[in-house]
């Protein structure tokens, strides 16, 4: 990827882990599934040209890249999966090359990441940046990934090749994202508020990506204004997609305001994650609709069960947790999760379960972490206080 088309698939990576959702089994036959996009709105004529343009041409792989990244953007956006679909037939011809061109490599790095296969995204990528070490995009999609992992020290070092490749911004981003969670958190907050002061970029997009990052940082660290600031202006900069929803909503949930949490959801309930901050928020207010939505919950997760699927074990998890009130279940789910991928929302339902459930194994997990990560999380840092009074 050339540096002009990083923060395009620089987000599209970023938030495919928390953004695309199983697809949905309706439990009523009359039910409204989803609405389709307008086949008249802008994105979906560039799709069909896009799609017209490459069977016309199936060998252009210039095409196809860009019809893939398209549909990499829409999965991002509107957190449906069947475009993750569309991007890898778009690929097809080189998807299974061994050392297909570097473009194809990063694209199928960002896909097989979303499912999961976090070593063969990794393969994908050090392939990359052993041909052309100058790729910023490599770099930056191999940091994310190794962060989502817990290998943060292999991170900052992907980060650190992004100097001279990437803007500054990019750059402090990259570098604040991974100090945050590995015993900087304050000092990678200030230089991020700092650097976007001192290097804004002219990308809606990479605005939220940073304000929200600042967001979730601020909440980590018990500064709820600040937090609360960031979130407003990520959700006002351009049409939120599931991550930044889903972010947000947490954040609403943990200081009371689920009344908020339901209107800001209540049309959107078509991606997995965010039907179950729907959920909860429905409990918290005693609305009689819970139970329905929860009931569509649960079949979507059993039918990701009978596909093999466990890319939501942390959704999954937290379901059994709050909403069916089964710490169990829960438990065993986020142990399966942690070994996965150690991101602050899995330390978190990690946390909690093991405390509802009174699991040993999961409450050494916790506590180890916090000792070998440094992670700063006032929240965590409350539950892991009760689990070693527990232990």
Same mark, same amino acid.
């Given at each position: 990827m050339t540096r002009g088309s990083l923060p395009g698939l620089l987000l599209s990576f970023v938030w495919l882990g928390a953004a695309v959702a199983a697809?949905?089994?309706?439990?009523?036959?009359?039910?409204?599934?989803?609405?389709?996009?307008?086949?008249?709105?802008?994105?979906?004529?560039?799709?069909?040209?896009?799609?017209?343009?490459?069977?016309?041409?199936?060998d252009d792989i210039s095409l196809a890249v860009t019809l893939a990244q398209r549909y990499?953007?829409?999965?991002?956006?509107?957190?449906?999966?069947?475009?993750?679909?569309?991007?890898?037939?778009?690929?097809?011809?080189?998807?299974?090359q061994p050392a297909p061109p570097d473009p194809v490599l990063v694209l199928r790095a960002t896909l097989r990441q979303s499912t999961h296969q976090f070593?063969?995204?990794?393969?994908?990528?050090?392939?990359?940046?052993?041909?052309?070490?100058?790729?910023?995009?490599?770099?930056?999609?191999?940091?994310?990934?190794?962060?989502?992992?817990?290998?943060?020290?292999?991170?900052?070092?992907?980060?650190?090749?992004?100097?001279?490749?990437?803007?500054?911004?990019?750059?402090q981003t990259c570098l604040s994202s991974v100090g945050s969670i590995n015993g900087q958190a304050a000092s990678s907050y200030h230089q991020l508020v700092e650097t976007q002061a001192r290097y804004p970029l002219n990308s809606p997009g990479i605005g939220v990506w940073v304000d929200t990052l600042l967001a979730e940082m601020a909440a980590r660290g018990g500064d709820d204004a600040a937090a609360e600031a960031h979130f407003r202006k990520a959700m006002a900069a351009e049409d939120p997609d599931s991550y930044l929803l889903g972010a947000y909503a947490d954040f609403l949930l943990d200081h009371g305001r689920a009344l908020e %949490?339901?209107?800001?959801?209540?049309?959107?309930? =078509?991606? /997995? *994650?965010?039907? &179950? @901050?729907?959920?909860?928020?429905?409990?918290?207010?005693?609305?009689?609709?819970? %139970?329905?939505?929860?009931?569509?919950?649960?079949? =979507?997760? /059993? *039918?990701?069960? &009978? @596909?093999?699927?466990?890319?939501?074990?942390?959704?999954?998890?937290?379901?059994?947790?709050?909403?069916?009130?089964?710490?169990?279940?829960?438990?065993?789910?986020?142990?399966?999760?942690?070994?996965?991928?150690?991101?602050?929302?899995?330390?978190?339902?990690?946390?909690?379960?093991?405390?509802?459930?009174?699991?040993?194994?999961?409450?050494?997990?916790?506590?180890?972490?916090?000792?070998?990560s440094h992670i700063e999380d006032r929240r965590v840092a409350a539950i892991a206080a009760r689990l070693k009074v527990a232990a």
């Amino acid at each position: 990827m050339t540096r002009g088309s990083l923060p395009g698939l620089l987000l599209s990576f970023v938030w495919l882990g928390a953004a695309v959702a199983a697809p949905h089994i309706p439990v009523d036959g009359n039910q409204v599934v989803e609405r389709l996009p307008s086949r008249s709105a802008p994105v979906q004529r560039e799709l069909r040209r896009l799609r017209s343009e490459l069977r016309a041409n199936p060998d252009d792989i210039s095409l196809a890249v860009t019809l893939a990244q398209r549909y990499i953007d829409q999965a991002r956006a509107e957190g449906d999966p069947r475009y993750l679909g569309y991007a890898q037939a778009a690929l097809r011809p080189w998807w299974n090359q061994p050392a297909p061109p570097d473009p194809v490599l990063v694209l199928r790095a960002t896909l097989r990441q979303s499912t999961h296969q976090f070593s063969a995204a990794l393969a994908d990528l050090d392939q990359v940046v052993k041909r052309d070490s100058g790729n910023a995009q490599a770099w930056l999609t191999r940091a994310t990934v190794q962060t989502v992992i817990g290998n943060y020290g292999a991170a900052r070092e992907s980060c650190m090749r992004l100097y001279a490749r990437a803007p500054a911004l990019v750059v402090q981003t990259c570098l604040s994202s991974v100090g945050s969670i590995n015993g900087q958190a304050a000092s990678s907050y200030h230089q991020l508020v700092e650097t976007q002061a001192r290097y804004p970029l002219n990308s809606p997009g990479i605005g939220v990506w940073v304000d929200t990052l600042l967001a979730e940082m601020a909440a980590r660290g018990g500064d709820d204004a600040a937090a609360e600031a960031h979130f407003r202006k990520a959700m006002a900069a351009e049409d939120p997609d599931s991550y930044l929803l889903g972010a947000y909503a947490d954040f609403l949930l943990d200081h009371g305001r689920a009344l908020e %949490v339901v209107h800001l959801l209540k049309d959107k309930t =078509r991606v /997995d *994650a965010l039907l &179950l @901050r729907y959920a909860l928020a429905l409990r918290a207010t005693g609305a009689a609709d819970v %139970v329905k939505q929860s009931e569509a919950l649960r079949a =979507r997760f /059993d *039918a990701a069960m &009978l @596909r093999g699927d466990t890319v939501h074990q942390r959704e999954q998890a937290r379901f059994e947790l709050v909403l069916r009130n089964n710490p169990a279940e829960a438990v065993r789910l986020a142990k399966a999760n942690w070994l996965i991928q150690k991101e602050p929302a899995d330390l978190r339902i990690l946390a909690e379960s093991a405390l509802a459930s009174g699991d040993r194994e999961a409450a050494r997990m916790v506590l180890d972490w916090l000792r070998s990560s440094h992670i700063e999380d006032r929240r965590v840092a409350a539950i892991a206080a009760r689990l070693k009074v527990a232990a």
